[in-house]
């Protein structure tokens, strides 16, 4: 089988960029969120309105649709920008599309009593999120979180598509010159099935964690 | 006015919808006085006892704490004005409402770390102080759900008194727990009546309340009707709607029916929770 010991490693650097790719989308949409969660509960109609608009344009397209009008479709406005960049904006504009919902219900799941008793401390609403409601929502949200991160994930597969060189990418390479596409994505589910794996482990002992106190 | 007065209250009316909750209550608070409110559920105590920290807003009156005043209709009061009487109204909820996710010693120490911006190491001391007043230091740094009702209800008094308040709301402190752990929050209380804190309470312990409160309020269908000290209100009130609640509450067994507003737990304060009242009679 050295055509697996040939490519395997061009499949490692798929997933290399994958998780790249993942990790920098993810930190920000989670950042991003958390401030659009805070402006859609707090920040009256207008704000709040908007930000649900977001949400559903995002919900609502098909993902491959929405990365196309990115990488294509603003080219055709001279903004042309490199695959890498395209990838990355559609990833982070699409995760912040899910995240602010995430943290929204995580918010809005943390009772009355919570906030009141942070308001009868004289708290003031910024202290009370940080101190008192997102480290509380964050025990609600963490698996909804997790979920997100292994959807962030599979959606990089798409990404290949507008010439990105991810696991999906290269499994293709390797397929149109071997001619051996069972191998060639078998080695592609293996790599994924250990990035999700390994996260969904870490995951699982994070909830372990924060259910000691719950 | 007397500068002695801490809270004072005007005219204050709350509505919900084109429901009235309550109608015109006026009530003056002097330092070190301990003012209980009794009555009928659905009277409008509780939502009246947390007007006074804004956790509702009202209609109409006003509210004063000290040097900060609460107007209601209009505008709400600016964030400043809010905080002023936050910091200065310690309040102890009917159901604990700790931090779930801090210990017991954390919860005491967030209030003054935040909004004064204590140093942790002087917030934990003041927090252990307070435990330790409580009868408590064993258990600082256990999280609340390791924690009983009676010790919650401790720990969340602990965390308003660590903020200095110049008055206590006590929303039906006991109302939630087993009514072996009555007594050991009763008794935190009335340690701190013997040490001159004002307190407003609303509760359903009316031999608490003759024992300890200065001032009784009744307050019944939206309105005041009737207000004086402790042992004439409880003993010979004067109006008909005070009587006949007065007679259902103090006469449970001649009423099983009205079970609900029974709230006798009688003597039961004087048990062993009693020895961790804040100083007073603890030697």
Known sequence: MHVVA??????????GVDLELTAIAVAVSVVVGILAAVGRIYGGKLLGGAITVYVEIIRGLPPILQLFIIYFGLSQFQINLS?????????????????????????????????????????????????????????????????????????????????????MYQARLGTSATEQPAIMYGMAA??????????????????????LYR | MSSDVVVDIEGLTKRFGPRTVFEDISLQVQRSEVVAVIGPSGAGKSTFIRCINYLHPFDAGRIRVLDHELVGGGAPPSKATLRQIRMQVGMAFQTFNLFPHLTALGNVMLGPMETKRVPASDARDKAMALLTSVGLADRAEAYPRRLSGGEQQRVAICRALAMDPEVMLFDEPTSMLDPEMVGEVLGTIRGLAAQGMTLILVTHEMQFAKEVADTVVVMADG????????????????????????????????????GQEQGQHGGQESGPGATTALGGDHP
């Not at chain 1, 919902?101 to 910024?126: C, K, M, N, P």
């Not at chain 1, 870490?202 to 259910?211: C, D, K, M, P, V």
């Open chain 1, 6 to 15: 040939l490519y395997w490693q061009a499949i490692v650097d798929g997933g």
């Open chain 1, 190 to 211: 293996i790599a994924y099935l250990i990035i999700n794996l390994t996260l969904s482990r870490i995951g699982s002992t994070l909830e372990r964690r924060q259910a």
């Open chain 1, 83 to 167: 695959s890498f960049s395209a990838g990355l904006l559609w990833l982070v504009l699409y995760g912040v599309g899910y995240a602010v919902e995430i943290f929204r219900a995580g918010i809005e799941a943390v009772s009355v009593g919570q906030r009141e008793a942070a308001d009868a401390l004289g708290l003031t609403r910024v202290q009370a999120l940080r101190k008192i409601i997102l480290p509380q929502a964050w025990m609600v949200m963490l698996p909804s979180l997790m979920t997100f991160l292994v959807l962030q994930v599979k959606n990089t597969t798409l990404l290949y598509l507008v010439g990105i060189a991810d696991i």
């Open chain 2, 223 to 258: 309105r005041v009707v009737e207000k004086g000290p402790a042992r004439d209100v409880l003993e010979h009130p004067t109006s008909e709607r005070s009587r006949t609640f007065l007679t259902r509450v103090l006469k449970p067994l001649e009423t099983v029916e009205d």
